[in-house]
């Protein structure tokens, strides 16, 4: 099939509900993708952090390949190899005291999870998010995730949800009732702009947590896998949660979801209280072996930190010299850039010039590489955004919208 063909089909067939970009992807190999005419694009999206490993990493290519010859589905309700290798890694590198988990799907499914499960370990209903916050699409996560464009068509959603303020503990404090069993939150928020808190927010969190008897849950769906330049972005400041939901990377490119918990939490769900069929099946379990081995091998946290700071330090040349740029903030290669209006004219702009970037709310340029990009590929993109935002510029110039 051509390039037309391609879009054609998915446009007629597939359900409309994704924002497309007029691009054909076809193959890739670390941090670069190429399209079905061969054009090559440097990926500063990662397929909205998926490919922390980059494109077809080696070691989970063969993984997938080795175990496709030796089982690829086996319900959990049956003991296997490995899962059993891969729930050992991963409780290995997670925060102490997370040492039980539940293997399911996508970021949305463990959270899901993780809302069930901190209603069961209390026995009370309510869970409290932040606004700005997302967790996801399914029911439970839409009812805490703040997007009224994602919210409103479905509801009424699930009750006893709330949201309150952001970094403001005492808007927090002043939120929990008696019938509160759970405080979400991401430690970096990532569709809402790339918020990195104050410093001191998680541990005045928790401790609020701790002195009201509430669970604290954070989702580390995207900030988790070394991208902050920590395993885990919580890491950042010392704190652990009791529960924490995990996905997008954690299986080199294949679906996974996770939840860890504190074993005296997870042990409140009993047999037949949750469950999903495809829950640790071999095949996603094999990758997940192989890109935790990456992770820890290559130094892929390290490396987040290191080239992340060398990024952000051209991002805020990008700032110094566009008066269009607003802010530049994140940690690691979990980066934003906030412009002074809607970002969709430069990140189409971005594309059009072989750099695939995302948004993050209607003003932020989001940035989630690759974790094995090099600079490089980091100086090929910022000449890109650099050149897409003075075309953007011009434009407005020219139409006299340039904001002052």
Same mark, same amino acid.
């Given at each position: 099939?051509?390039?037309?063909?391609?879009?054609?089909?998915? +446009?007629?067939?597939?359900?409309?509900?994704?924002?497309?970009?007029?691009?054909?992807?076809?193959?890739?190999?670390?941090? &670069?993708?190429?399209?079905?005419?061969?054009?090559?694009? =440097?990926?500063?999206?990662?397929?909205?952090?998926?490919?922390?490993?980059?494109?077809?990493?080696? /070691?989970?290519?063969?993984?997938?390949?080795? $175990?496709?010859?030796?089982?690829?589905?086996?319900?959990?309700?049956?003991?296997?190899?490995?899962?059993?290798?891969?729930?050992?890694?991963?409780?290995?590198?997670?925060?102490? #005291?997370?040492? %039980?988990?539940?293997?399911? +799907?996508?970021?949305?499914?463990?959270?899901?999870? *993780?809302?069930?499960?901190?209603?069961?370990?209390?026995? /009370?209903?309510?869970?409290?998010?932040?606004?700005?916050?997302?967790?996801?699409?399914?029911?439970?996560?839409?009812?805490?995730?703040?997007?009224?464009?994602?919210?409103?068509?479905?509801?009424?959603?699930?009750?006893?949800?709330?949201?309150?303020?952001?970094?403001?503990?005492? %808007?927090?404090?002043?939120?929990?009732?008696?019938?509160?069993?759970?405080?979400?939150?991401?430690?970096?928020?990532?569709? #809402?702009?790339?918020? =990195?808190?104050? @410093?001191?927010?998680?541990?005045?969190?928790?401790?609020?947590?701790?002195?009201? #008897?509430?669970?604290?849950?954070?989702?580390?769906?995207?900030?988790?896998?070394?991208?902050?330049?920590?395993?885990?972005?919580?890491?950042?400041?010392?704190?652990?949660?009791?529960?924490?939901?995990?996905? %997008?990377?954690?299986?080199?490119? &294949?679906?996974?979801?996770?939840?860890?918990?504190?074993?005296?939490?997870?042990?409140?769900?009993?047999?037949?209280?949750?469950?999903?069929?495809?829950?640790?099946?071999? &095949?996603?379990?094999?990758?997940?072996?192989?890109?935790?081995?990456?992770?820890?091998?290559?130094? &892929? *946290?390290?490396?987040?930190?290191?080239?992340?700071?060398?990024?952000?330090?051209?991002?805020? #040349?990008? $700032?110094? %010299?566009?008066?269009? =740029?607003?802010?530049?903030?994140?940690?690691?290669?979990?980066?934003?850039?906030?412009?002074?209006?809607?970002?969709?004219? =430069?990140?189409?702009?971005?594309?059009?010039?072989?750099?695939?970037?995302? @948004?993050?709310?209607?003003?932020?340029?989001?940035?989630?590489?690759?974790?094995?990009?090099?600079?490089?590929?980091?100086?090929?993109?910022?000449?890109?955004?650099?050149?897409?935002?003075?075309?953007?510029?011009?434009?407005?110039?020219?139409?006299?919208?340039?904001?002052?």
């Amino acid at each position: 099939m051509n390039e037309n063909e391609i879009i054609e089909a998915e +446009n007629r067939y597939l359900a409309n509900v994704f924002s497309k970009k007029p691009v054909v992807l076809t193959s890739g190999k670390g941090a &670069l993708l190429w399209d079905v005419n061969g054009r090559e694009y =440097v990926d500063c999206a990662s397929s909205y952090g998926v490919a922390a490993l980059g494109h077809c990493h080696p /070691k989970i290519v063969e993984a997938i390949k080795a $175990q496709a010859e030796q089982l690829i589905t086996c319900h959990s309700c049956y003991y296997n190899d490995k899962r059993a290798e891969f729930i050992e890694k991963l409780v290995k590198i997670t925060p102490k #005291g997370l040492d %039980k988990a539940f293997l399911s +799907n996508s970021g949305a499914e463990s959270i899901e999870c *993780a809302i069930k499960l901190a209603r069961k370990a209390t026995g /009370k209903p309510e869970i409290i998010g932040l606004m700005g916050a997302f967790h996801g699409k399914t029911m439970g996560a839409l009812s805490l995730t703040w997007d009224k464009k994602y919210r409103e068509p479905f509801m009424p959603l699930v009750p006893d949800m709330k949201n309150v303020a952001p970094d403001n503990p005492s %808007k927090l404090r002043a939120a929990i009732t008696e019938k509160t069993a759970a405080v979400i939150m991401e430690p970096i928020r990532g569709e #809402g702009g790339i918020r =990195v808190p104050p @410093d001191d927010y998680l541990q005045e969190v928790q401790e609020i947590c701790d002195r009201r #008897g509430v669970l604290l849950i954070f989702d580390e769906v995207q900030s988790s896998f070394g991208r902050t330049g920590k395993l885990f972005a919580c890491e950042n400041w010392n704190v652990t949660p009791d529960i924490m939901t995990l996905a %997008k990377p954690f299986a080199g490119g &294949l679906p996974i979801g996770i939840t860890v918990a504190k074993e005296n939490i997870m042990s409140t769900l009993k047999v037949g209280e949750h469950s999903t069929t495809f829950s640790g099946s071999p &095949l996603v379990c094999a990758a997940g072996c192989a890109a935790i081995d990456a992770l820890i091998e290559e130094k &892929l *946290a390290d490396k987040a930190a290191s080239n992340g700071k060398y990024f952000r330090t051209l991002l805020e #040349g990008l $700032q110094a %010299k566009h008066k269009t =740029v607003k802010e530049v903030r994140g940690l690691g290669l979990m980066l934003g850039m906030e412009l002074r209006y809607d970002v969709y004219g =430069v990140l189409m702009k971005t594309i059009s010039k072989g750099v695939l970037v995302l @948004d993050a709310g209607r003003t932020v340029i989001r940035l989630l590489p690759p974790l094995v990009i090099n600079k490089p590929q980091i100086d090929r993109a910022v000449t890109a955004l650099d050149a897409a935002l003075e075309e953007d510029e011009n434009g407005r110039a020219s139409s006299s919208t340039v904001p002052n």
